[in-house]
C-alpha cells in the first residue's frame, strides 16, 4: 500500500526532544504523520514487521538517534543496511554528538545524513524546514518493500 | 824417526789440537751465546705468558693441555701439576664443551675466533668468559692457544642492564595503559557532556520558547521576560558546554603537525566572520602574504578565530573595530601578531586572561565565556609554540602567537 507509505520513523528515547521536533515539525507544516519509537530494539521491531507492529507502514524516512535503550542507533542502523526489503530506507542521523567517531561510524554503517540537535528551537525549525524541502520533497526515493 | 821429524808431527798434532780447540770454543761460545739469546727471549716471552693480565692456555689437537699461565690457573683454581694432567674438557661442562668444539672448527682454517663460553673451575662453579683462539705451530705440531677474559662484571652489568631496562619498559607500558584509561575515562566524560548535559538544555529553551509563542496572551512583560531571561541563560550555557569541549578536545586528541599556511587558515577564519565583519563594520588588514608555519590545521583555524573575534568583540561602544595582522620571521619562528583598536588590557592582566574562565568584563557588557584564550594558550602549547599579549588600557591589544615554521 504505498499510498500510505508517508510517515516519519523518529527513534528517540528524550520524550523532551520529541515533543519538540514535533512541535518544529507543525511549525514547518509538514503533513507526514510521525511515527515514535524510544528505543533501539523497538525500531528494529517496528521496521521488521514484528510484534507488536505487525501491520505497520514502512516509513519513507528514519530519523535516527544514535544513544539510545536497549540498541544503539549504530546497532538499528547496521541491522537496516543488513536487510535486503529495507537497506535503501534512507535514515537520517538526528542526534545531539558532534564527536567524529560517531559522525564516522554512522556514514561507515550506511547514514545518508547525519544532523546535530540545536540547542535553540529556532535553529531546530531551520533545520526541519530544510530537512523537509531535502528529504521529503526534492529526494528521489529507491524502491523499498514491506516484506 | 828423526828428532826433527818427531818434533815436526808432535808439532803438527798440536797444532792440530789447538785448532779443535779453537773451533770448539768458537762453536760453544756460538752456542753460549744462541743459548744465552733464546733463555732472554724465552724469559721474555714467558714473562709475558705468566704475568698477562689475561689467562692464557695452551692445548695439544686432542685437547691435553700443555701450558697455562698463573693467572690462568687463578681463575681455575687449579694448581700446576694438576692441570699438567688436564684436558680442555675438564674447564668445560658438556654443552659446553660441544661449543668449544664447533668454535674451534672455524680455526681450523687459520685465523682466530673469539667466542663466549662458561669455563667450569676446580670447585664445579662456572664463569662466563670470552675466549680468543687461535692456532700456531709448536715444533712439527700444531696447536690451540686461548686467551680467556673472565667477563663476569660485564654479564653482571649487562643482565642488570636488561633488568633495568626491563624495569622501565615495563614501568613504562604501564603508565601508557593508565593514562590511556583515563584518557578514555575524559573521552567517556566529554561525550557524556557533549550528549546528555545538552539534552535538559534543549528542553529548557524550547519550551520556554514554546510558552512565548504558544501562550503569550497569558504572559505579561515580566513573564515574558523571565522566559526570555530562561532562552537566554540555556543558550550561554550551551556557548559554554560548546568552548570547554573544545578546550578539552584540544587536551586530549592527537594533533597531526605539518606544514599549514596561515594565508590558507586566515582565510578560512575571514569567510567564518563574514557576517560579523559586516555586522560590525569591522575594518580588517591583513599583510600578506603570510608565511607557511608547523602547525595544526584546524587548532589553528580555532585559535585565530577566538583572537579574530575578540579583536572585534572588546571594543568601545560605538567603534568600528579596527584589525592588522601581520607575521614576522627570525631564526627559525614565526609571530604572527593580531592587533586591535580596542579597549585594551592592563599588564597585571597579561597572563591571567589566558586562564580558563578568566573574564575582565562582565558577561552584560561583552559577552563570553572566558574559555576563547584558553584555546589559544593551550593550541599553541599543543604545537609546541607560544602565545602573549601587548596591550595598554585604551590603547588597544596586540596579541601574538608565535611557532615553528615548516623547514624546522
Known amino acids: ?147 | 824417526m828423526k828428532d826433527e821429524d818427531k818434533s815436526k808431527e808432535q808439532l803438527l798434532n798440536e797444532m792440530i789440537e789447538l785448532r779443535k780447540q779453537f773451533v770448539a770454543n768458537n762453536i760453544e761460545q756460538r752456542l753460549r751465546e744462541e743459548f744465552k739469546k733464546a733463555k732472554e727471549n724465552e724469559e721474555k716471552y714467558r714473562g709475558i705468558f705468566q704475568n698477562s693480565n689475561d689467562a692464557i692456555f695452551i692445548h695439544d689437537l686432542k685437547g691435553q693441555i700443555i701450558d697455562v699461565n698463573e693467572k690462568m690457573l687463578d681463575l681455575c683454581g687449579y694448581t700446576r701439576t694438576e692441570i699438567a694432567s688436564a684436558r680442555i674438557a675438564d674447564l668445560l661442562d658438556k654443552d659446553d664443551q660441544e661449543k668449544y668444539r664447533d668454535a674451534l672448527q672455524k680455526l681450523s682454517s687459520g685465523g682466530s675466533a673469539v667466542f663466549e663460553i662458561d669455563l667450569k673451575k676446580k670447585n664445579g662453579e662456572t664463569f662466563p668468559a670470552e675466549v680468543s683462539s687461535s692456532t700456531f705451530a709448536m715444533g712439527n705440531s700444531k696447536v690451540v692457544q686461548g686467551i680467556v677474559r673472565n667477563i663476569s662484571e660485564r654479564k653482571q652489568t649487562e643482565e642488570e642492564f636488561t633488568k633495568y631496562r626491563k624495569h622501565l619498559e615495563d614501568f613504562i607500558a604501564q603508565r601508557t595503559d593508565q593514562l590511556e584509561a583515563a584518557n578514555k575515562e575524559l573521552e567517556a566524560f566529554a561525550y557524556s557532556v557533549s550528549h546528555d548535559l545538552r539534552a535538559p538544555l534543549r528542553a529548557m529553551e524550547g519550551f520556554a520558547n514554546a510558552l512565548l509563542e504558544d501562550y503569550a496572551e497569558h504572559l505579561d512583560a515580566i513573564g515574558k521576560d523571565y522566559a526570555r531571561r530562561v532562552v537566554s541563560a540555556a543558550q550561554h550555557m550551551d556557548t559554554l558546554i560548546q568552548d570547554l569541549l573544545a578546550y578539552s578536545r584540544l587536551s586530549r586528541s592527537a594533533l597531526k603537525p605539518g606544514a599549514v599556511s596561515l594565508d590558507g587558515v586566515l582565510g578560512e577564519v575571514m569567510h567564518q566572520f563574514n557576517t560579523d565583519i559586516q555586522k560590525t563594520g569591522a575594518q580588517i588588514r591583513v599583510e600578506r602574504p603570510l608565511p607557511e608555519v608547523l602547525g595544526d590545521h584546524a587548532t589553528l583555524v580555532q585559535v585565530l578565530s577566538n583572537l579574530l573575534s575578540n579583536a572585534i568583540k572588546f571594543v568601545q561602544p560605538g567603534v568600528k573595530p579596527g584589525v592588522k595582522i601581520w607575521a614576522e620571521e627570525k631564526s627559525g619562528r614565526v609571530r604572527l601578531w593580531v592587533e586591535d583598536t580596542g579597549i585594551g588590557i592592563a599588564p597585571e592582566y597579561y597572563d591571567r586572561i589566558f586562564r580558563i574562565f578568566e573574564r575582565l568584563q562582565g558577561v552584560e557588557t561583552y559577552p563570553g565565556t572566558g574559555v576563547g584564550l584558553a584555546i589559544v594558550k593551550k593550541g599553541l602549547e599543543r604545537m609546541g609554540g607560544q602565545a602573549g599579549v601587548e596591550s595598554a588600557p585604551g590603547r588597544g591589544s596586540k596579541f601574538w602567537v608565535e611557532l615553528r615554521t615548516k623547514g624546522y
Not at chain 1, 19 to 48: C, H, M, T, W
Not at chain 1, 68 to 79: A, D, Q
Not at chain 1, 119 to 124: H, I, P, R, S
Request: glycine share 4%; aromatic share 6%; proline share 4%.
Open chain 1, 1 to 147: 500500500m504505498a499510498a500510505n507509505n508517508y510517515a516519519i520513523l523518529l527513534v528517540e528515547d528524550d520524550h523532551n526532544d520529541v515533543l519538540l521536533i514535533k512541535r518544529a515539525f507543525q511549525k514547518v507544516n509538514i503533513a507526514n504523520p510521525i511515527i515514535v519509537v524510544n528505543d533501539g530494539e523497538q525500531a528494529v521491531s517496528y521496521l521488521a514487521g514484528r510484534e507488536p507492529y505487525v501491520d505497520r507502514a514502512l516509513p519513507i524516512l528514519v530519523l535516527l538517534d544514535l544513544k539510545l535503550p536497549r540498541k544503539s542507533g549504530h546497532e538499528v542502523l547496521e541491522w537496516l543496511r543488513g536487510q535486503a526489503n529495507l537497506k535503501r530506507l534512507p535514515v537520517v542521523v538526528l542526534t545531539a554528538s558532534s564527536e567524529s567517531s560517531d559522525v564516522n561510524r554512522a556514514y561507515d554503517l550506511g547514514a545518508n545524513s547525519y544532523l546535530v540537535k540545536p540547542v535553540t528551537f529556532d535553529a531546530l525549525v531551520e533545520m526541519v524546514k530544510t530537512l523537509n524541502l531535502y528529504w521529503l520533497i526534492l529526494n528521489k526515493r529507491a524502491d523499498v518493500s514491506n516484506e
